[in-house]
């Protein structure tokens, strides 16, 4: 195979909650792929594709500028990605070519089990500690309440209870961690799983016709999975 040929880019996590199950569908889509070294551009062997592999926070921006045609990140990250990008009038724009069934999880916010919480309008005038504070943000306007936020990028479910923040925004899986911290999930205000992204541009002929080849692949799998 010449080294010039064109070769699709894919960026991934590198290691975290979503690059086993990336990993496996590669895999199971037939990319012969090593990742074992420590190499973060891994090349296929047996297809014209690379896997850039980075933060997962990484992922939207690199899809987003044209350094990579794919990325598979999760929907929160994306969303927060894009609105901030939005913000800073950089580009935001993306193709969500599948959702994928993996990674499943929901943003929400929580509070000390002691609150009163009485509804949407009694969390007016809070802080909340997130990672997400434009999904946070959104979510406040849409439902006419102002709230604070300080930004914290892990151990979210502590910051009530040093004093930080009156509750949390955070990801939610089965709700084990809020409950051991002390906190009660009182709004979903996100859900999410992973997907398969894309930068929106016209791939070159040559990279389309390895993404065709490869979509149906990724589709195969999904359903395989249901
Ligand atoms: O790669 P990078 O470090 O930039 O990304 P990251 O910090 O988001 O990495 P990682 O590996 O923690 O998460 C990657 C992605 O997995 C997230 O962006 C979500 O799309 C997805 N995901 C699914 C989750 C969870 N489930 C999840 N439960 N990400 C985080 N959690 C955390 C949550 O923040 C909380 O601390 O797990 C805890 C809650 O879990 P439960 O089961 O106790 O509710």
């Not at 916010?109 to 969390?123: H, N, R, T, V």
């Not at 500690?129 to 990028?153: E, H, S």
Request: aromatic letters at 4%.
């Amino acid at each position: 195979m010449s080294t010039s040929e064109p070769r699709l880019r894919i960026a991934m996590q590198k290691s975290g909650r979503l690059s086993e199950d990336t990993q496996k569908l590669l895999k199971r889509c037939g990319l012969k792929l090593n990742l074992s070294d420590r190499r973060l551009l891994a090349h296929v062997s047996n297809m014209p594709i690379d896997v850039m592999r980075v933060r997962s926070s990484d992922i939207p921006g690199l899809v987003m500028d044209g350094v990579c045609d794919l990325g598979i990140v999760g929907d929160n990250t994306l969303e927060e990605a894009a609105l901030e990008r939005e913000l800073m009038e950089q580009k935001f724009a993306y193709i969500k070519t599948t959702a994928l069934n993996f990674g499943g999880c929901r943003l929400s916010l929580a509070m000390p089990e002691e609150f009163d919480y009485q509804g949407i309008k009694s969390l007016d005038g809070l802080r909340f500690a997130t990672t997400y504070p434009q999904l946070l943000n959104r979510f406040a306007r849409n439902n006419g309440i102002n709230v604070d936020f300080c930004l914290l990028k892990g151990s979210v479910e502590v910051a009530p209870r040093v004093g930080l923040s009156d509750g949390i925004c955070d990801l939610v899986s089965t709700g084990a961690t809020l409950e051991a911290n002390g906190l009660k999930e009182v709004a979903v205000i996100f859900k999410s799983t992973a997907s398969l992204i894309q930068n929106p541009a016209v791939l070159a002929p040559a990279k389309q016709k390895i993404l065709d080849t490869l979509l149906p692949r990724i589709q195969g799998v999904m359903k395989a999975k249901e």
